[in-house]
């Protein structure tokens, strides 16, 4: 409970600092749920989502949230979208059998860090990028191997604080999975916006599975 109160506390304190968020490629499913999650939580004074169309938001919950719309092909025309956020969420990417892999490099590579790039010229102090289990820029299997390596090109970038999320991941399993396996999206969302509320010196932090399980509990203690 004293750790759960703590969360609480320092929920409150971040609350107070009238941050920006922005989340990168909001039309995926964990982007859907972070997106829900920053609203009901209420701890950014700005929220906004970047991406290729507009969504349709009919909730009264969503009536404050700003949309922005991109050309992921033409990223530099739209660095505006970018300007002026204090953290950002990256939870972009693609499957490759949807893709294919030239188009899979696109999008989880060249599009994550031209907009990487842009949101540190805009101003992000705190970059949370959603990697895999696994990532490896040395990896022989193509996923891991653009995982890896983006993970390393962003560090590059010297973000103030740069969290780098790698889930084993399968959003239908339920939550008392174990955790050396397996996360859901909602427990991977939950342990990012623990994370980002917590004052941290630290320039890069690798959450991995169990990580992420433990951050999960900070607001839920019976949780397994």
Same mark, same amino acid.
């Given at each position: 409970m004293a750790e759960t109160e703590a969360l609480l506390k320092l929920q409150e304190e971040f609350r107070m600092q009238n941050k920006s968020v922005f989340i990168l490629g909001a039309s995926g499913e964990t982007n859907r749920v972070l997106l829900k999650e920053i609203l009901e939580q209420g701890l950014f004074s700005k929220v906004t989502l970047i991406g290729r169309r507009k969504l349709t938001l009919d909730e009264e919950a969503y009536k404050n949230v700003n949309q922005e719309v991109v050309d992921f092909e033409k990223l530099d025309d739209y660095a505006s979208a970018f300007q002026g956020h204090d953290v950002g969420f990256c939870c972009l990417g693609t499957a490759r059998k949807k893709a294919g892999a030239e188009g899979f490099v696109r999008v989880d590579c060249d599009y994550v860090l031209k907009s990487a790039e842009l949101a540190k010229s805009g101003g992000c102090k705190h970059f949370n990028l959603f990697s895999s289990k696994g990532a490896d820029k040395s990896s022989n299997f193509l996923y891991l191997q653009v995982k $890896?390596?983006?993970?390393?090109?962003? =560090?590059?970038?010297?973000?103030?604080?740069?969290?780098?999320?790698?889930? $084993?991941?399968?959003?239908?399993?339920? =939550?008392?999975?174990?955790?050396?396996?397996?996360?859901?999206?909602?427990t991977v969302v939950r342990a990012m916006l623990n994370n980002a509320v917590r004052p941290s010196d630290a320039k890069k932090e690798l959450l991995d599975n169990k990580a992420i399980h433990d951050l999960r509990r900070a607001d839920d203690p019976l949780k397994p």
């Amino acid at each position: 409970m004293a750790e759960t109160e703590a969360l609480l506390k320092l929920q409150e304190e971040f609350r107070m600092q009238n941050k920006s968020v922005f989340i990168l490629g909001a039309s995926g499913e964990t982007n859907r749920v972070l997106l829900k999650e920053i609203l009901e939580q209420g701890l950014f004074s700005k929220v906004t989502l970047i991406g290729r169309r507009k969504l349709t938001l009919d909730e009264e919950a969503y009536k404050n949230v700003n949309q922005e719309v991109v050309d992921f092909e033409k990223l530099d025309d739209y660095a505006s979208a970018f300007q002026g956020h204090d953290v950002g969420f990256c939870c972009l990417g693609t499957a490759r059998k949807k893709a294919g892999a030239e188009g899979f490099v696109r999008v989880d590579c060249d599009y994550v860090l031209k907009s990487a790039e842009l949101a540190k010229s805009g101003g992000c102090k705190h970059f949370n990028l959603f990697s895999s289990k696994g990532a490896d820029k040395s990896s022989n299997f193509l996923y891991l191997q653009v995982k $890896g390596e983006v993970e390393a090109r962003v =560090e590059e970038l010297k973000f103030d604080r740069y969290s780098i999320f790698r889930p $084993g991941f399968f959003s239908s399993l339920p =939550e008392s999975w174990t955790s050396g396996h397996s996360v859901p999206v909602i427990t991977v969302v939950r342990a990012m916006l623990n994370n980002a509320v917590r004052p941290s010196d630290a320039k890069k932090e690798l959450l991995d599975n169990k990580a992420i399980h433990d951050l999960r509990r900070a607001d839920d203690p019976l949780k397994p």
